[in-house]
């Protein structure tokens, strides 16, 4: 059977981007289309957090920050709406009041959008959101090797005695056996600690770790290079907490930290991704409320771009 020319967004040179549907990057919802290789999920919930919330609002302003997207990626000579149909899948409604539920209902919704075969790029919320993705995932692939940009390791115990919060989904996902402890990766990690004791604890759980001072000393390049080492061979799951960049770059988060990334150099890394066996991504902690001029939305739409546009490029077998 051929196979159908994909629905790519709506023609900027017709329809004023101003005007256009809130879809990511203006392109056709999921019920517009036959079926679609990326969906791209929003999930609005923030009852995880620790300080400041939020990011139950991200979702539409991601959307909102991706409407000057176009069609064609320069930096990869990609196509990540021509060779790929992308759908926005809209948002899940989960339970802003119970935990548990709420990681219980992602886990389903995800599996079923999951189900024939589509790759999702979720759009939180925060970083809660991670763990019951990464449990769909795992039930189809395993262990997976979880890449993890964050100002913040993630991988604590509890908060307040509670052992599911956005501080720890990472410390749950490999107790469960949902990491890949020899592949996987922080990237960006940078600020103060609790103590010394808690880079000694993530070390155990699977994680080596590229701090946010290493792209300063080493340089993008070898920054990639590491990367890619770590991450070759088996499935890779990418989770962009928008705080690795610094607050100059993207002030709309809940827990900034000075000293982060440029746009630039976590753009370029993602790019780094090509070849690698991605499997799905999320973009997490983007809190509008906090927001300047969407900076933060913007920085966070480019970095579904590039994730699209490996996606693309990986499925045509570059």
Do not use: C
């Amino acid at each position: 059977m051929q196979e159908q020319t994909p629905i790519g967004p709506v023609d900027a040179t017709r329809v004023p981007r101003y005007a256009g549907p809130a879809t990511f990057a203006r392109l056709p919802r999921l019920d517009e289309v036959s079926r679609a290789d990326v969906a791209v999920l929003g999930v609005p919930f923030d009852s995880g957090v620790s300080y400041r919330p939020g990011a139950r609002f991200g979702p539409g302003h991601v959307r909102a920050g991706s409407k000057l997207l176009r069609p064609y990626n320069p930096a990869l000579d990609a196509t990540p709406f021509g060779t790929q149909q992308v759908a926005d899948a809209g948002d899940i409604g989960v339970n802003p009041f119970d935990l548990g539920e709420a990681i219980e209902t992602i886990d389903r919704e995800v599996t079923a959008l999951r189900a024939d075969g589509a790759q999702l790029l979720t759009l939180g919320g925060d970083h809660t959101i991670a763990l019951p993705i990464l449990r769909s995932l795992a039930r189809d692939h395993g262990p997976v090797a979880v890449l993890h940009f964050d100002a913040h390791l993630d991988t604590w115990d509890t908060y307040f005695g509670a052992p599911y919060t956005h501080g720890t989904p990472f410390r749950r996902a490999s107790e469960e056996g949902l990491i890949d402890l020899e592949r996987s990766l922080h990237m960006g990690i940078r600020g103060p600690l609790y103590s010394k004791q808690d880079l000694e604890d993530d070390a155990v759980l699977g994680f080596q770790v590229i701090r946010s001072d290493d792209y300063e000393v080493d340089g993008v390049r070898s920054i990639v290079e590491r990367m890619t080492r770590r991450l070759a061979g088996g499935p890779v799951y990418v989770s962009v907490d928008i705080d690795v960049l610094d607050p100059a770059h993207a002030p709309g988060t809940g827990t900034p930290e000075a000293g982060g990334l440029t746009s630039r150099e976590l753009l370029n890394t993602l790019r780094g991704l090509v070849g690698l066996d991605v499997v799905g991504a999320d973009i997490v902690e983007v809190s509008p409320p906090y927001d300047h001029a969407e900076l933060t939305g913007i920085a966070a739409a480019h970095v579904g771009y590039e994730l699209l546009s490996v996606l693309a490029l990986n499925r045509a077998g570059a």
